[in-house]
């Protein structure tokens, strides 16, 4: 049976550290110029309805390095955008290629497109789940501190795409969690619930809180993200008001551990959610996370595709 990956929690925990461990080899041979080329012959889809520059990068080197092809559909190009059903869009497709990376808004969606197709579907980003890019940030947080189980991550900001898949996916390796947003701009309570879910059956802290520094105190990880998603511009005033107190600063860092990493997945906005300064003194770990895009999407991609 195909396996998709459309939410992070589609993925047990030992299929994460496989993932993880694939990636850290992948990326070990890259580097060494040792060749893997595991899907030679194979093309992937990658339909964009939303922006991107290092989802399409990354994906599309992914697959030239992995032997195969890539091919960049957006819906202004494609048939869907003038209404082709994506039941349809789907099996047409499946026909063709091999695989799909699709970024849209909804989730329902992607569900659908997974639904009718019979190759593999992978999440590029929806407005409640961005399970590749928290890959990326489990590599680049196990690259950097070794281990990740007992680890204290806290996510300061909007209770949306990225903090839901990093609640799931933290929690799901024993990490313990904390999630800082305003009130009004929390996670649903879908997420939620199964956060709590998960915590308990790993034996890890979930913490909810709409404190900062409650969330930052002694984390070995400080994690944030844009106030205004993609799909969400007209609401930046508003949110600019509501976010107020949420930037990860010095400051805030100065109640996480000493040798904390600060990790987002970018784009940045300097002097919003994250100051200018606490940027460019972690601009090592940020840069190797959007590296890690590479790395553990061509895990992903294996995975799925051979
Ligand atoms: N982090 C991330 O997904 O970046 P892009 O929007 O550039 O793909
Ligand atoms: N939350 C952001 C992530 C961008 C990679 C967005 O959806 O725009």
């Not at 990376?101 to 329902?108: A, E, G, L, P």
Request: charged residues 30%.
């Amino acid at each position: 049976m195909k396996k998709d990956l459309l939410k992070m929690d589609d993925l047990s925990k030992e299929e994460i550290l496989d993932i993880l461990n694939l990636a850290d080899q992948l990326k070990y041979e890259q580097k060494h110029g040792i060749e893997h080329p595991h899907l030679k012959g194979k093309s992937l889809g990658m339909i964009f309805e939303k922006s991107s520059t290092r989802t399409r990068v990354s994906f599309e080197t992914g697959m030239y390095q992995l032997g195969g092809n890539s091919l960049f559909l957006t819906d202004r190009d494609l048939q869907i955008g003038r209404g082709e059903p994506i039941e349809d869009t789907a099996r047409v497709l499946s026909r063709f290629i091999q695989g799909i990376m699709i970024r849209t808004f909804s989730q329902d969606e992607v569900e659908k497109l997974a639904k009718y197709a019979s190759i593999p579907i992978i999440n590029g980003l929806t407005d409640e789940e961005h399970p590749c890019q928290v890959l990326a940030d489990l590599m680049t947080i196990r690259e950097n501190k070794n281990i990740l189980e007992g680890l204290k991550v806290a996510f300061i900001g909007d209770g949306h795409n990225m903090a839901n898949s990093l609640m799931i996916g933290c929690l799901k390796v024993g990490m313990n969690f904390a999630i800082a947003s305003p009130k009004n701009y929390t996670a649903s309570e879908k997420y939620l619930s199964r956060a709590k879910e998960i915590a308990e059956k790993e034996g890890v802290q979930f913490t909810i809180t709409t404190s900062p520094s409650e969330a930052a105190k002694n984390a070995d990880v400080v994690i944030t993200d844009v106030w205004a998603s993609m799909g969400r511009e007209d609401e930046s005033a508003e949110r600019l008001k509501a976010f107020e107190g949420f930037q990860v600063n010095k400051e805030l860092m100065e109640v996480a551990d000493k040798s904390a990493m600060v990790l987002h997945c970018l784009p940045a906005h300097r002097g919003e959610e994250i100051s200018a300064e606490v940027l460019e003194e972690h601009a090592n770990s940020i840069f190797d996370e959007s590296e890690n895009r590479l790395h553990a999407q061509k895990a992903v991609l294996v995975k799925l595709m051979k």
